[in-house]
């Protein structure tokens, strides 16, 4: 057994989320953050596994699974009825945008009237260092704690997601290593901390739509095959059609026609094909499946799908899912109540998360900071919020291991 070590408050949230707010992680830079991560959590006793994947036509990605515990990594006390919370982020950051938009330099992570700026500040370094001192506050007066503390965290979530969160959750179940439990600290608050959690998120599906005719002259149409106008039959059925109407924990399902192309300069020429994307955010009443099958049959309806003269390309992006409320559920809801006085809404709404991956090996959810400012010019979180979020996460562990 590996002796513990404490060092009581080695980690205080806001200096340690100035750290990483310091180091411009720009995806798929990780600048030094992950290593400042490490190098804090290892005070604390977790034993950390950078992780470094890559394949091919996408850049190198540094990732880190840290875990507290007293077994090796796929056995000891996980064997043994201890359990593994697992807290998941991610230390990549979007772009800066223009940077003399910004009031402060992005990467200075400065502090004014109670705000911390910087890019990350929100989305979601803040929310990392939070857990971090959370784990260690939690730790601090039980030496002999049975179970697991897990920090998975990627440098690739702002990106294409490929060498990231799903590569470390391949590499844990390689080895045998167990997450009971895990909460995504991304910034799920709309508007003041204690105002959401998210359960589930929806699917997304997109769909790449070619319609085929014949080039021609337009005084000779009888010699052409203008593509267009099917196409607008396509996307007009399509539109037409009301998915469901949601459910206890989803609104409806939506799709949106993102793009019509046809690139057509000449107006005495009909083009020779036609082009749309749609992307499709779905509920649990829907499955991807259903869902290619309805829109291949709309592209079939007297277009001749068959032949070639219509193609369509479909790309999965997130399958949707739901964390149904319960004790796991509970304990966040009381932890954030308890801190922030609020009855945090249970929530399935926005974008996707890597939340959506990790949901295929345990229970999933997801409570952060305040979101108003992620990815925007600058980005910042209110100070007191991180020290508070810091509270709830310590209060969710206490909770969770009761
Ligand atoms: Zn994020």
């Known amino acids: 057994m590996r002796p513990f070590v404490l060092e009581i408050t080695v980690i205080d949230p806001v200096a340690l989320a100035q750290d990483l707010i310091r180091r411009p992680s720009i995806t798929p830079a990780d600048a030094g953050a992950l290593d400042v991560l490490a190098a804090a959590l290892e005070k604390l006793g977790f034993t ?8 091919a036509n996408t850049p190198d990605i540094d990732n880190l699974y840290a875990r507290w515990g007293q077994g090796e990594l796929g056995q000891g006390e996980l064997g043994q009825g201890g359990r593994n919370f697992c807290f998941a982020g991610h230390t990549d950051v979007v772009p800066v945008g223009d940077a003399k938009a910004w009031s402060v330099d992005p990467f200075a992570a400065e502090i004014q009237a109670g705000r911390l700026y910087g890019r990350g500040a929100a989305d979601m370094k803040s929310a990392i260092a939070a857990f971090a001192a959370a784990a260690e506050g939690f730790l601090a007066d039980k030496p002999d704690f049975p179970h697991s503390i897990s920090l998975l965290i990627t440098g690739d979530e702002e ?11 391949d590499w844990l179940a390689e080895r045998g290593e167990k997450l009971d439990v895990c909460v995504v600290g ?3 608050n709309p508007l003041r901390l204690g105002d959401m959690i998210k359960i589930g998120r929806r699917g997304s599906l997109n769909a790449r739509i070619t319609v085929h005719g014949m080039q021609g002259h337009v005084g000779y149409p009888h010699l052409a095959d ?5 196409l607008v039959d396509i996307l007009a059925a399509l539109k037409r059609r009301r998915l469901d109407s949601g459910n206890a924990h989803f609104e409806a399902s939506n799709l949106e026609i993102v793009t019509v192309d046809v690139g057509n300069t ?4 009909i083009p020779a094909a036609a082009h749309a994307a749609i992307n499709i955010r779905y509920n649990t009443e829907q499955t991807a499946a259903g869902l290619r099958a309805w829109i291949e049959s709309c592209c079939r309806l007297g277009n001749g799908f068959e032949d070639g003269r219509v193609e369509v390309t479909f790309q ?6 739901i964390t149904q409320p319960g004790p796991f559920v509970q304990a966040m809801a009381e932890a ?12 399935t709404t926005g974008g996707t998360s890597d939340a959506r991956f990790i949901q295929a090996y345990c229970p999933v959810i997801e409570f952060g900071l305040v979101g108003q400012t992620m990815h925007k010019v600058d980005e910042n979180s209110l100070v007191a919020d991180i020290r508070a979020l810091t509270e709830i996460y310590r209060g969710m562990l206490e909770r969770f291991f009761a």
Do not use: M, Y
């Open 48 to 55: 950390c596994h950078k992780l470094r994947f890559s394949a």
């Open 316 to 321: 999965e992006s997130a399958n949707p899912f």
């Open 186 to 188: 991304e910034p799920t």
């Open 159 to 169: 990106g294409p997601a490929i060498n990231g969160t799903t590569r470390v959750l």
């Open 226 to 230: 203008n593509p267009i106008p099917r």
């Open 336 to 347: 954030v109540a308890a801190i922030t006085g609020k009855q945090p809404e249970l929530s």
């Open 266 to 269: 000449a107006t005495n020429v």
